[in-house]
């Protein structure tokens, strides 16, 4: 037996959710270009969930089920409120959805019908659960959610406490689209190992969320924007990038462990910063993250992934850098759920074998023989 490092190149699972072959990159079956152009986010969700896309009234009656479950309980936010102000965002988040399950009856009812319900409260009420910890975190009280609006809008909404501008909800709204789901990426691992013990969507949930955490997954968005802030100017630039890959010190938002010409969703993002900018009359982000690409693809080959672009656009839409990577899960979370309920309809629990590469016929030695 022997191990293959990372499990890189091993097919751990079928799923006919997303796939990334030859770098292309389809939910059920329909490019992301097609999608981040002409989809909201929330007929992406539906389309994981359900394996189509909704027709009006489904489409209608999803928005309905959002509205119901946006609300959060009254002991959550109680709860949340005795966090500690400067507590790491995705920490707290990773807390909150564990606890959420606590205020849900529904939470150890393990039918098919509870299951789809709980997967709907949760996106539903993931984004007010961010929005709400960023506004204590700020100080302020959380806002209660809006009915019949995006998930864009409300979670915007939620976190300014003022009606967004259009052309925020249209920018985020496709940033959910491009994070929605990516086939058997680490958290989205973590989801399928934790339920496929027959363990609950919220155990699972939570378990994605500390795996979308570390900084080489979904923390790398923060990690972008902490590296651009540093940097500070286009004059610092080079001398920084250049000290930070003479010392083998990996840079944030580059590289993936499948794409290797490029990750399909980073055009899109690209095009993001550059509009905002524009809109902004502020291009020093995107011209920074430019000039980054430029020296890291030139001198390592390696593209920009999701995270890299996406810093730029979430802080020219006026989001605090902790909120990056939970921003990250208030998308992915309709991937994540999308998996388990493919998981628990034809699951197996997941139970790999390790290589032992320890000591070999040793013997106890009593504590005083030591
Ligand atoms: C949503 C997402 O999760 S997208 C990924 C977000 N993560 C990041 O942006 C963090 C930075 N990138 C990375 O750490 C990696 O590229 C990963 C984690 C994405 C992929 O990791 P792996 O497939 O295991 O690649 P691995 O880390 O082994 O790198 C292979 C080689 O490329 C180098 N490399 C990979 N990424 C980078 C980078 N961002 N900067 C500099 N060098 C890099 C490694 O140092 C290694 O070099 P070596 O062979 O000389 O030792
Ligand atoms: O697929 C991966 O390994 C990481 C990634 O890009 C994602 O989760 O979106």
Known sequence: MTATKGLEGVVAASSSISSIVDGVLTYRGIDIDDLAINASFEEVAYLLWFGKLPNQAEL??????????????????????????DMNQMAALRSAISALALYDDLAEDMSQEANHKKVVKLQAQLPAIVAALGRIAAGKEPVAPKKGVSIAHNFLYMLNGEEPEDTAVKALDQALVLHADHELNASTFAARVT?????????????????????????????????????????????????????????????????????????????????????????????????IEEIVTGSKGLKPNVDFYSASVYTMLGIPRNLFTPIFAISRVSGWSAHILEQYENNRIIRPRAEYVGPVDQKYIPIEQR
């Open 60 to 85: 209608d009656q999803l928005q309905k089920d959002l509205d119901e479950y946006a609300t959060l309980p009254e002991p959550l936010i109680a709860q949340m409120k005795l966090y500690p102000k």
């Open 195 to 291: 339920v496929a013990t027959l363990s609950d969507i919220h155990s699972g949930i939570t378990s994605a969320i500390g795996a979308l955490k570390g900084p080489l997954h979904g923390g790398a968005n923060e990690a972008v924007m902490k590296m651009l802030e540093e940097i500070g100017s286009m004059d610092r630039l080079e001398s920084y990038i250049q000290e930070q890959l003479d010392n083998k010190v990996k840079i944030m938002g580059f590289g993936h462990r499948v794409y290797k010409n490029g990750d399909p969703r980073a055009k899109h993002l690209q095009k993001m910063s550059k509009e905002l900018g524009e809109m902004n009359n502020d291009l020093s982000l995107y011209e920074m993250c430019i000039r």
